[in-house]
C-alpha cells in the first residue's frame, strides 16, 4: 500500500497523533484544519492504521548529496572529488552516476526517486500466498475468535509447523488494510468491536450512583481474592440494553468463567438478588466464596443476597470500574452479541446460554490459552468435597429461602453435568 496521500506529511502526523490519542473525527478535524468527511475518508483508506513511512538508511545516498553530485557533474569535478567532499567512497558516486545515465544525463530529483522506487520490496501477504492458512483463520474468525486468540491457537495446534504461525497483526491487517485484505470485506464484523477502522482502547469514565447503607468496601476484601489465590470469588454488573431491560454477569476471577442470568422480572433489588443467588446456587461446592459489585441501586438488598448465597459481598470505591476489572472487561466482550440499545427482554433464554458458551469455550490469553471452561471444570473437580448422605445444609436453606416461585436458571452447562451440579429446585416436605 501506497503512504503518499493527498494529505501534507505535517497534517498527516496530526491526525494520527489525535486518532492515537483517542479524539472523535470531528475533534481531529479541528486540530487537522479538515473537514470532518475528508478525516473520515482518509482513515478509512488505511483501514484506521497509521502507514509505516519508508526510512531512508545513513548508508544510502540522501537527496541534498545527490545535488551535490548534480553540481560536482556541472562543476566539471571528477568522481572521486565529488566523494571527498561528501565523504564517501568514490565507488559509491561513480557507481550513482552510471546508473543513471551517465554525466550528461545525471539529474538528482530523477535519480533519488527512482532509488526510492526500487528500495521498496512489495511481499505478498502471508494469507493471499496459503490457502490453508487463510481459510483456518477465517473458520475461527466466523466462530468469533479475535486475532490473538488465533495467532496463539495455531502456535498451540500446530507447534511443529512455522509455516502455520501467523501474528496477530497480520490478522488485523488482512482485516482492515485495504491493500493488505485478503479475507471477505465484511469480516470486521465478525470481532467484536464490529468497527470498520481500527481504534486505539479507551478508558471510560463510569458514572456515578446511589449510595447504598451498610456496604462492605473491597479494601476489606481478603488478600487472597485481590491476588487470585483463592478461586470462588465472583465479580457481577448488569449490562443494560433497551431500558429497562437488562441481564446480570456473574464473572469467577481466577478462571474468568461466566454466567449470564436473565433478569425477567426486571432490575429492582429483590429480583436482582434472588436471581443471583440462584444462579450462584447451582456452582459446584466451594466455587462461592464472595461477590464484589458496583455501587448500583440493583444492589440495595446486598445483605438479603449475602444471606442467600452464604458469601460476603463486597463494593468499589465511587467511580472505580477498575477495582473490578474481570467483570469489565467480560461485559465489553459481551456487548458484541448484546449490543446497546438491544431489548434484552427478548432474548431468549437459549440465546443467552449460546452466548455464554461462545465465551467460556473460548482460548484466553490471560489463561495462558486455556478456555474458561476448561478451567473451572478443573479447579472445581480439585476442591469437591465428598458426598455426604445428609446432603447440603446450604443447598437446603438457599432453595427454602429463593422458593418455589422464582424462575429457575437455564444455565446449566459442561460443568453442572461433570461435577453433578443440580438446579436450584424447591424442596417438598418430608
Not at 73 to 78: Q, R, T
Not at 311 to 338: H, I, K, M
Not at 358 to 381: G, H, K, M, Q, Y
Not at 392 to 407: K, P, Y
Request: net charge positive; charged share 30%.
Amino acid at each position: 500500500m501506497g503512504v503518499v496521500t493527498s494529505l501534507p506529511a505535517a497534517v498527516q502526523e496530526v491526525v494520527w497523533q489525535a486518532w492515537g490519542e483517542g479524539d472523535s473525527l470531528r475533534r481531529i478535524a479541528d486540530r487537522a484544519g479538515l473537514q470532518e468527511h475528508h478525516v473520515r475518508r482518509y482513515l478509512l483508506r488505511h483501514g484506521g492504521v497509521r502507514p509505516v513511512l519508508p526510512r531512508r538508511s545513513p548508508r544510502h545516498l540522501s537527496p541534498g548529496e545527490r545535488e551535490e553530485i548534480s553540481r560536482g557533474i556541472a562543476a566539471g569535478l571528477s568522481a572521486r572529488r565529488v566523494a571527498e567532499g561528501l565523504g564517501r567512497s568514490a565507488s559509491t558516486i561513480s557507481r550513482e552516476i552510471a546508473r543513471n545515465g551517465g554525466r550528461a544525463a545525471y539529474r538528482a530529483t530523477v535519480a533519488d526517486e527512482r532509488a526510492r522506487v526500487e528500495a521498496r520490496r512489495p511481499r505478498a501477504p502471508r494469507l493471499a500466498i496459503d490457502e490453508r492458512l487463510r481459510a483456518i483463520v477465517l473458520s475461527r474468525l466466523e466462530l468469533d475468535w479475535s486475532p490473538q486468540q488465533i495467532a496463539a491457537w495455531l502456535r498451540r495446534e500446530h507447534p511443529d509447523e512455522p509455516g502455520m504461525w501467523v501474528s496477530h497483526e497480520t490478522i488485523y491487517r488482512a482485516v482492515y488494510l485495504p491493500a493488505s485484505r485478503n479475507l471477505p470485506k465484511a469480516t470486521h464484523r465478525r470481532l467484536r468491536s464490529g468497527r470498520t477502522m481500527r481504534r486505539s482502547r479507551l478508558v471510560k469514565r463510569s458514572h456515578g450512583r446511589g449510595h447504598l447503607r451498610d456496604m462492605v468496601s473491597i479494601h476489606h476484601r481478603p488478600a487472597t481474592v485481590t491476588d487470585r489465590l483463592e478461586p470462588g470469588h465472583w465479580e457481577g454488573d448488569l449490562v443494560m440494553g433497551k431500558r429497562p431491560s437488562a441481564v446480570a454477569t456473574l464473572v469467577e476471577r481466577t478462571t474468568r468463567y461466566l454466567k449470564i442470568v436473565p433478569l425477567p422480572d426486571g432490575i429492582k433489588a429483590k429480583d436482582v438478588s434472588i436471581a443471583v443467588a440462584r444462579a450462584l446456587f447451582n456452582v459446584p461446592p466451594g466455587m462461592c466464596k464472595s461477590l464484589t459489585w458496583d455501587r448500583g441501586r440493583e444492589m440495595a438488598d446486598h445483605a438479603f443476597l449475602s444471606a442467600l448465597i452464604d458469601a460476603p459481598v463486597y463494593f468499589c470505591d465511587p467511580r472505580s470500574p477498575w477495582q473490578r476489572g474481570t467483570n469489565e472487561n467480560t461485559n465489553r466482550l459481551l456487548r458484541q452479541y448484546l449490543p446497546r440499545r438491544t431489548n434484552l427482554a427478548e432474548t431468549t433464554d437459549h440465546e443467552l446460554e449460546r452466548i455464554q458458551k461462545l465465551l467460556n469455550e473460548r482460548p484466553r490469553r490471560v489463561l495462558d490459552w486455556v478456555s474458561p471452561t476448561e478451567l473451572f471444570v478443573a479447579t472445581a473437580r480439585r476442591l469437591r468435597p465428598q458426598r455426604s448422605p445428609l446432603g447440603s445444609v446450604r443447598s437446603l436453606h438457599t432453595s427454602e429461602v429463593i422458593g418455589a416461585g422464582a424462575r429457575s436458571s437455564p444455565h446449566l452447562s459442561l460443568e453442572s453435568v461433570e461435577l453433578g451440579c443440580a438446579p436450584a429446585e424447591p424442596i417438598e416436605d418430608a
